[in-house]
């Protein structure tokens, strides 16, 4: 089945960026989704198609796609974006084709 | 306003069986696939299952296929999840979630707040 890493946390200082890579095998060809877990809530989504966003969610994450690798990332990092995030995609060679990455824990300094 | 409520979940023996449910408002509950994605303690998001808008095709997780079925009823706008021959490692929160365009490849763009189920003797 298709495997999706993440670094298991990001650490990043207020008003820097965080880069946080979810690594699959040619992951550029399938569409990436982003979701943030704050503790005790349920996911949001953040991005979704590898770099669009729903309403409501800040022009301080983007994402991209390509080759092994996708990206999200977050600009100027405030307090409240202290999350886990998890990046998910569909494998449609699969018969359980719904997968999400290990996570990554981002704390701001 | 778009919303999923989950109930049902609850402490059951090893072995034993829950029904999950899952009601929707504020949207076209039949125009959308549905999942089932769980969390165990301290853990990470794990997919259990998903439904078609029209319950016409079903995919399940490895971990769960044969033990678990996910239902819906487009009439009652409610989802469902028939868990049997729990296990302890079936200990999760459970989340509902919704399908953001109504394809398969979508992403889950509404999530329920979770309702946690317990596999304890």
């Known amino acids: 089945s298709y495997v999706l890493t993440q670094p298991p946390s990001v650490s990043v200082a207020p008003g820097q960026t965080a880069r946080i890579t979810c690594g699959g095998n040619n992951i550029g060809s399938k569409s990436v989704h982003w979701y943030q877990q704050k503790p005790g809530q349920a996911p949001v989504l953040v991005v979704y198609?590898?770099?669009d966003r729903p309403s409501g969610i800040p022009e301080r994450f983007s994402g991209s796609n390509s080759g092994n690798t996708a990206t999200l990332t977050i600009s100027r990092v405030e307090a409240g974006d202290e999350a886990d995030y998890y990046c998910q995609v569909w494998d449609s060679s699969s018969d359980h084709p719904y997968v999400f990455g290990t996570g990554t824990k981002v704390t701001v300094l | 306003q778009v919303q999923l409520v989950e109930s049902g979940g609850g402490v059951v023996q090893p072995g034993g069986s829950l029904r999950l449910s899952c009601a929707a408002s504020g949207f076209t509950f039949s125009s959308y696939g549905m999942h089932w994605v769980r969390q165990a303690p301290g853990k990470g998001l794990e997919w259990v299952a998903f439904i078609r808008y029209d319950g016409s095709n079903k995919y399940y997780a490895d971990s769960v296929k044969g033990r678990f079925t996910i239902s819906r009823d487009n009439s009652k706008n409610t989802l469902y999840l028939q868990m049997n021959s729990l296990r302890a490692e079936d200990t999760a929160v459970y989340y509902c979630?919704?399908?953001?365009?109504?394809?398969?490849?979508?992403?889950?763009?509404?999530w329920g707040q979770g309702t946690m189920v317990t596999v304890s003797s």
């Open positions: 979630a919704k399908d953001l365009w109504g394809y398969d490849w979508d992403a889950f763009d509404i």
């Open positions: 198609d590898d770099s």
